[in-house]
């Protein structure tokens, strides 16, 4: 079946512009995650979702990225008057219902490439 | 101090070693243990998880784990130059509501 989409696979902003990434999880996962990987690093935690509550939103860096999910599907993460540190491969997961053996298994969508000039 | 640490390599072995890849991780509440593999430009894909303590084996990979020294592992037997890839360790509390990923180990393996 299809996997999780992000879109758009690459934003090149300009500074202070705001930008908004889309995620489109795999049909039926109720949990979806927001990540932000830096060249070499690690994937550094933003926010979750479960349905369209986020309940923890201290991984969100700054008060400039919010966060929003509707329908318990598709959600965007924006991020207000960019700058050059935001410059990141933003990625998103989702996670199916608490089966056996599946909790907290999460899959990947192929992430967005932002670059803020 | 991260919560989740890993040694960040390069690790290299030849091809049809075993690539024993480690993880310590700081806090005692968390319940879930999970390695991802990520190749060069692309998005992480599940390895293996593990909950409980002891060692759990699919295919070539097994996962190891102690929660009294906060110390999770993942051995690769028979490693192919495929396996070749950065190597993350992420840990969860019981609710999955965060993850805290290391920041990877890179493999080569060697033909």
């Known amino acids: 079946g299809a996997g999780v989409s992000q879109s758009p696979s690459n934003k090149v902003t300009e500074k202070g512009k705001d930008v908004e990434l889309r995620c489109d999880p795999i049909s039926g996962h109720t949990a979806l995650y927001w990540y932000r990987q830096s060249l070499g690093q690690g994937l550094e935690f933003l926010i979750y979702f479960q349905g369209n509550s986020a309940p923890d939103k201290s991984g969100l860096p700054s008060d400039r990225f919010s966060a929003e999910r509707t329908g318990g599907s598709v959600s965007t993460l924006t991020i207000q008057r960019t700058q050059q540190e935001d410059s990141a491969v933003y990625l998103c997961a989702s996670s199916p219902p608490g089966l056996a053996g599946t909790f907290g298994t999460q899959y990947f969508g192929p992430g967005t490439r932002l670059l803020v000039l | 101090q991260k919560e989740v640490e890993q040694n960040s390599g390069p690790l290299s072995v030849p091809e049809g070693a075993i690539a024993s890849l480690n993880c310590t991780y700081s806090?005692?509440?968390?319940?879930?243990f999970f390695w991802y593999r990520q190749y060069s430009g692309k998005s992480p894909e599940l390895i293996m998880f593990?909950?409980?303590?002891g060692d759990k084996e699919d295919g070539r990979f097994t996962a190891q784990l102690n929660k009294a020294s906060q110390y999770v592992s993942l051995l690769i037997r028979d490693s192919q130059p495929s396996d070749s890839a950065t190597y993350l360790c992420?840990?969860?509390?019981?609710?999955?509501?965060?993850?805290?990923f290391g920041s990877g180990t890179k493999l080569n393996v060697k033909p």
């Open positions: 992420a840990v969860s509390p019981y609710n999955f509501n965060k993850f805290y």
């Open positions: 806090d005692r509440g968390s319940q879930s």
């Open positions: 593990i909950y409980s303590n």
